[in-house]
């Protein structure tokens, strides 16, 4: 499990947020507590991570906290921790997007097990969207000319039928395409469209 990621216990019981913090600790992980959702939510500009919530919380419950991160647009995984009357519940707040639930009293290596699968996958997701910006800030950096010659590569439209749409010389072209797949860091055509169609999807 990496280091960068963070794991955020939310609960309005500080033995529990106590002990589920040493816990985590033991474990390597960056910890951070929080007595209420509304404090966690308060707080901007987080870490990326994981969230551990009790579902039963005055205020804002995990459920509502679920709801509440997923409607923000964020793609932080929520692992809720209920008790056994609860579970009606959890299964609700699974629906409202969280990832997992784990039923209280629980073995540490349960709680463990778990959040180790969602910062696997909050880890997946953190590398791709990263890939993603560094894409986009290759496209940001080309000429109007070049995207032009690319729009007209993912296209299909050989370097002839290209110089011929934009008034310039099959030479030129290739001297364009060359540029992008430099500035792009493509290896191949194909590469070249798909990041492309990476960055914009249809």
Do not use: W
Not at 37 to 54: K, M, Q, Y
């Amino acid at each position: 499990m990496t280091a960068e990621l963070t794991v955020y216990v939310i609960d309005d019981d500080e033995a529990v947020r106590d002990s589920t913090a040493f816990l985590l600790e033991t474990a390597d992980l960056k910890v951070r507590t929080y007595e209420s959702a509304e404090t966690f939510l308060a707080e901007r500009d987080r870490a990326p991570g994981c969230v551990i919530t009790d579902v039963r919380m005055p205020g804002i419950n995990g459920l509502e906290l679920a709801r509440r991160i997923r409607d923000s647009g964020s793609n932080e995984p929520v692992i809720v921790i209920t008790g056994h009357a609860d579970l009606p519940l959890a299964i609700e707040a699974m629906r409202a997007g969280v990832i997992d639930f784990v039923e209280k009293p629980f073995d540490d290596e349960v709680l463990l097990g778990s959040i180790s699968r969602v910062l696997g996958q909050a880890e997946g997701a953190l590398s791709a969207e990263g890939q993603r910006r560094e894409m986009a800030s290759r496209f940001d950096s080309l000429s109007q000319r070049e995207r032009d010659v690319l729009l007209g590569l993912v296209q299909g439209h050989p370097n002839k039928v290209i110089a011929y749409d934009l008034n310039i010389s099959p030479r030129t072209v290739e001297v364009y395409r060359a540029n992008l797949m430099t500035k792009m860091k493509a290896g191949s055509l194909s590469e070249l469209v798909r990041i492309y169609l990476t960055l914009h999807p249809a």
